[in-house]
Nanobody, 130 residues
Framework: QVQLVESGGGLVQPGGSLRLSCAAS????????IGWFRQAPGKEREGVLC????????YYTDSVKGRFTISRDNAKNTVYLQMNSLKPEETAVYYC???????????????????????WGKGTLVTVSS
């Protein structure tokens, strides 16, 4: 079975933190580019943070730079999104996705276009509210 499963969402107060997990099964995440995306109700899905193993490059959308980070645990075949100082407007369903290895200097294009993803998770809801 090939899939990505997100977890770790829930209710958090403004200014709080959450760590989302993206666990892969049926394939190895280590050699894929990884993207984290989010979609608020009635809004388009946007790229949040993406990482390419090809050149160890990371792209952040401006609104999350300095607050969100990505990491991985290869032994668990899992990647994580650490989200700090969360804002109410960041309430959304958060998705992870995997892309075949990228050429150098293309992670931004992948993150913005959202094209060519091989696998998508079903999402996990993050609600930022007091």
């Amino acid at each position: 079975q090939v899939q990505l499963v997100e977890s770790g969402g829930g209710l958090v107060q403004p200014g709080g933190s959450l760590r989302l997990s993206c666990a892969a099964s049926g394939f190895t995440l280590d050699y894929y580019a990884i993207g984290w995306f989010r979609q608020a109700p009635g809004k388009e899905r946007e790229g949040v943070l993406c990482f390419s193993s090809t050149d160890s490059s990371t792209y952040y959308t401006d609104s999350v730079k300095g607050r969100f980070t990505i990491s991985r645990d290869n032994a668990k075949n899992t990647v994580y999104l650490q989200m700090n100082s969360l804002k109410p407007e960041e309430t959304a369903v958060y998705y992870c996705a995997a892309h075949m290895p990228l050429e150098k200097d293309t992670v931004q294009a992948m993150c913005v276009s959202q094209h060519g993803m091989d696998y998508w998770g079903k999402g996990t809801l993050v609600t930022v509210s007091s």
